[in-house]
């Protein structure tokens, strides 16, 4: 059974800028900038629905959860102790028991730079885009 329920908050902001630094008879360059961040937030699932599975491997998941970014990654976590990984008798880092969130797979912002050469009728387009993650 399928259902279509539930209810998820974006708000973000952005700043576009376009401009034509150069034009003359049989030349222009032009230059666009993007700069955007998205935040969600899952406000809820439905009734009875806390989390939906989305991915899944090895042991790690990434959910829609609520009360969590869209995109949730859930796991188990290392041990820490004074702010520092918890080494075990075997030599790795002990993991804590549960699982938790310990991340989410949205950038933290995202940037485009796009800039155009026009030579008489030629029109190569030069894109880049970044996105950041910590």
Same mark, same amino acid.
């Given at each position: 059974?399928?259902? #279509?329920?539930?209810?998820?908050? #974006?708000?973000? +902001?952005?700043? =576009?800028?376009?401009?034509?630094?150069?034009?003359?008879?049989?030349?222009?360059?032009s230059?666009?900038?993007?700069?955007?961040? #998205?935040?969600?937030?899952?406000? =809820?699932?439905?009734?009875?629905?806390?989390?939906i599975?989305?991915?899944?491997?090895?042991?790690v998941?990434?959910?829609?959860?609520?009360?969590? /970014?869209?995109?949730?990654?859930?796991?188990?976590? +290392?041990?820490?102790?004074?702010?520092?990984?918890?080494?075990?008798?075997?030599?790795?880092?002990?993991?804590?028991?549960?699982?938790?969130?310990?991340? #989410?797979?949205n950038?933290?912002?995202?940037?485009?730079?796009?800039?155009?050469?026009?030579?008489?009728?030629?029109? /190569?387009p030069?894109?880049?885009?970044?996105?950041?993650?910590?």
């Amino acid at each position: 059974m399928y259902i #279509n329920a539930g209810e998820i908050q #974006n708000k973000g +902001f952005e700043f =576009s800028m376009n401009t034509v630094p150069v034009q003359v008879k049989n030349f222009s360059w032009s230059l666009d900038i993007n700069w955007f961040k #998205n935040m969600n937030e899952v406000i =809820s699932l439905g009734e009875n629905i806390d989390n939906i599975l989305l991915f899944q491997a090895w042991d790690v998941s990434i959910n829609a959860r609520e009360g969590q /970014p869209y995109g949730a990654i859930v796991g188990t976590n +290392f041990v820490y102790l004074d702010g520092k990984k918890v080494v075990g008798p075997d030599g790795f880092y002990l993991k804590t028991d549960e699982e938790e969130v310990i991340g #989410n797979i949205n950038p933290d912002w995202n940037a485009m730079n796009g800039a155009q050469h026009s030579i008489m009728m030629l029109h /190569p387009p030069q894109d880049m885009y970044w996105m950041h993650h910590t």
